[in-house]
């Protein structure tokens, strides 16, 4: 029992901590300063768009190109490709030859735009293309160059320059090595996942920490992920004498075809309005790489 102020008397009630109130605010702040050695010892220069990106040092060309053949062979078993003979086969090598033989001086005038050298980092890719039988309107490069596109696309894309965007798009993930950096972030999501149930936190103020930790950094960095590789694989269908501008209503069926999108700070991937600004902003740019390194744009 304890005195009312106003001269009653009330029971006694525990007081209960406060939405954070039983966290070990040490255990967080030792694996903050963990997160924060391994963000800045990781760090590199990407030559393709002058940022800092988050890389394991500890990950090399050849684990990653091992990475790459080891999901795409789990791919290839579950879902055949179609006879590497057939036109539908013949066409989409012969598109990602031409943008595969545009990848150095794209990477190399991008690189000095930002004062930088080039890695050729895709130097030791082993190159292959498969098409895939299937609805799906996608296509994917996974990292050393293994690379698909599904029957699906061919409908949406229509013509040999969009589907020379697309490829190109998805060609500039593996040179942008996304996937590396893809899983840097996992990590840096794994050590908070940890400093998490180690501090104390209960599963609802864990899921609350991690909820606004998708939205705040997650999906806005996947988000940038698809507008680099746009850019650099707009250059890339440019440089290898595509039409850029075909990009425009490739967007546009995309969109449509893949029916109402998600809201923007919820997603992935920019909204379709966006991604066309964006691209639109860019056609200038991707004329001049036409008329520099296309040998027939005349």
């Known amino acids: 029992m304890r005195n009312d102020p106003f001269g009653g008397q009330q029971q006694g009630r525990a007081r209960r901590p406060g939405l954070f109130g039983n966290i070990r605010w040490w255990v967080l702040l030792a694996f903050a300063g963990y997160a924060a050695f391994y963000w800045f010892s990781n760090r590199a220069v990407d030559p393709y768009t002058g940022e800092s990106v988050l890389i394991d040092s500890s990950l090399d060309a050849t684990q990653e190109k091992a990475l790459g053949l080891q999901a795409y062979q789990q791919i290839l078993a579950q879902e055949r490709p179609v006879d590497p003979n057939l036109q539908v086969s013949r066409d989409v090598r012969a598109i990602a030859q031409r943008l595969i033989n545009k990848v150095d001086v794209v990477e190399t005038a991008l690189a000095e735009e930002h004062g930088l050298k080039p890695a050729h980092f895709s130097r030791d890719f082993e190159w292959e293309v498969n098409v895939i039988q299937s609805e799906q309107a996608n296509a994917f490069c996974l990292p050393g160059g293994k690379m698909a596109v599904y029957t699906g696309l061919i409908p949406v894309a229509r013509t040999t320059d969009a589907m020379a965007v697309v490829m190109g798009h998805e060609i500039a993930h593996a040179l942008l090595r996304h996937g590396a950096q893809r899983m840097a972030q996992q990590k840096l999501t794994q050590i908070g996942q940890m400093a998490g149930a180690a501090s104390g936190m209960d599963p609802q103020q864990q899921q609350m920490v991690m909820s606004a930790m998708g939205y705040g950094y ?81």
């Open 218 to 298: 997650l999906l806005p960095y996947a988000r940038s992920h698809e507008t680099q590789a746009d850019e650099v694989g707009l250059m890339l269908a440019a440089a290898a004498c595509f039409d850029p501008r075909e990009a425009i209503p490739l967007w546009e069926r995309m969109g449509q075809s893949s029916g109402q999108a998600p809201p923007e700070f919820s997603s992935t991937h920019p909204n379709p309005g966006t991604r066309i600004q964006n691209l639109q902003a860019l056609m200038p740019k991707a004329m001049e790489y036409r008329k520099r390194f296309c040998e027939s744009a005349g």
